[in-house]
Every structure is written in C-alpha cells, then in structure tokens.
C-alpha cells in the first residue's frame, strides 16, 4: 500500500496507528491486513503482533481517535458550562452543530462508519469507563445546546431526552445519506447540512420564520 518506511526503535505502534488511518482516508481499512502492514513499514510480522494481537485491536485505536476528535470538536462548539448568551448566539450553535457532524461523515467516511459500527460500539463502552469522558459527551454538547433555546425563551416546552435523540438520529441519517450518495442533493452538503438544523429546531416546537427580529 505504500513505500517501505524506516522506523526508529519504539516507533512502530504509532505507524501502525498512522498506516491504518491513511487506509481509512484511501479506503483500503477494509482490505488491509496486519501483515501487509508489516512489509509496507519494512519490519516482521511478529514486530507488528507484539503491538496488535490482530485487526480489530488496531481498528479499536483508530476509532478511538475519531471518537476523540469528534468530541472536541463538538466541546469546541459548547464548551461545559459555556451557555448561549443570545438566542442568536443559541440559534447558530445548533447550526453549527450539524455542520460539524455532517461535514465529519462526509470527510471521513470509512472511519465514521466504523465508529458507529461494531468496533465503534465495543471501543465507546470501553471509552465511556473514563469518568472524565463520560462526564459532557457530544450527545451532553447536543442535549445543552437545545436546552439554552428554552433557557433563553425560544421554546414553551423544555426539550427532553427523547427529543434529543430524535434529533441526534435525524443529523446521523442525514450524514449517512449525504456521505452514502443515497440523497439526489448530496453534492449541495451546506444545504443539508442547513435543512436538518432548521427541521430539527421544528420539531422542538421553534420556527425560524416566527421568531422575533
């Protein structure tokens, strides 16, 4: 899959790390194997084995990343405790939100797949043993950034938890037609992007169109 790499000692892990990500981003992470790892970075496959006792254990630090990377984008949008100051303010955090998760799927689509597939599953239960990263998840983010519309008065009902998974279930399928080509507008990503946050502040009971300049 690449040219042969000269490693220095104790690098190897992260190669491996580094090798299955690019092969996410070629979309070769279905095909790609421990041991064609090891030829490409010039090194055994017992060198390899030692790290990884196989696939799926790499797999599991490479959805761990994006998991990662996920989450701080999302706190980035609302950080613990930072409310809305503004219904303006509230308003674009939901917009931005969907951007984010969408614009993700799109960019990174063989990793967001295995992030919400089996691996993806098993490595959040492990993730979420840490009492730090289970304390504000992105569904946290998403579940705060809806209720600072109440907060501020945008809404009459305070949004509850199955409202938020209606929206959070919304944005994901939006992302996985986007990303798949099932929708005929796929290519135009700022509108989808843009629509499911409109119809996802809808169905929590706020109208753009009625809201007060």
């Known amino acids: 899959m690449g040219e042969v790499v000269k490693l220095k000692r104790g690098d190897l892990r992260d190669a491996l790390i580094d090798y299955a990500l690019q092969a996410t981003k070629d979309g070769h992470i279905e095909v790609m194997s421990l041991r064609q790892a090891a030829r490409d970075l010039g090194v055994s496959s017992g060198a390899v084995y030692r790290h990884f006792a196989d696939k799926d254990a790499l797999f599991s630090e490479i959805v ?4 990662f ?6 706190l980035a949008i609302r950080p613990e405790g930072d409310a809305a100051k503004t219904p303006e303010q509230a308003v674009e955090r939901c917009f931005t939100l969907a951007r984010t998760y969408i614009r993700f799927a799109h960019e990174n689509t063989a990793l967001w797949h295995m992030m919400f ?7 959040r239960d492990e993730l979420m043993q840490d009492p730090e990263l289970a304390r504000y998840t992105p569904f946290d983010v998403s579940m705060e950034i809806t209720r600072d ?20 279930s919304a944005t994901h399928g939006a992302a996985d037609l986007a990303q ?9 990503l700022d509108e989808i992007c843009d629509e499911t946050a409109r119809r996802n502040l809808r169905s929590v009971g706020l109208d753009l169109e009625k809201m007060p300049d």
């Open 69 to 74: 990377d996920l989450r701080e984008r999302f």
């Open 149 to 168: 519309l109440f907060r501020l008065g945008l809404l009459t009902d305070e949004p509850d938890l199955h409202d938020i998974r209606y929206m959070w």
């Open 117 to 123: 597939g089996r691996a993806g599953m098993q490595c």
């Open 180 to 188: 798949s080509g099932a929708r005929m507008d796929f290519e135009q």
């Open 64 to 67: 761990k990343i994006g998991f």
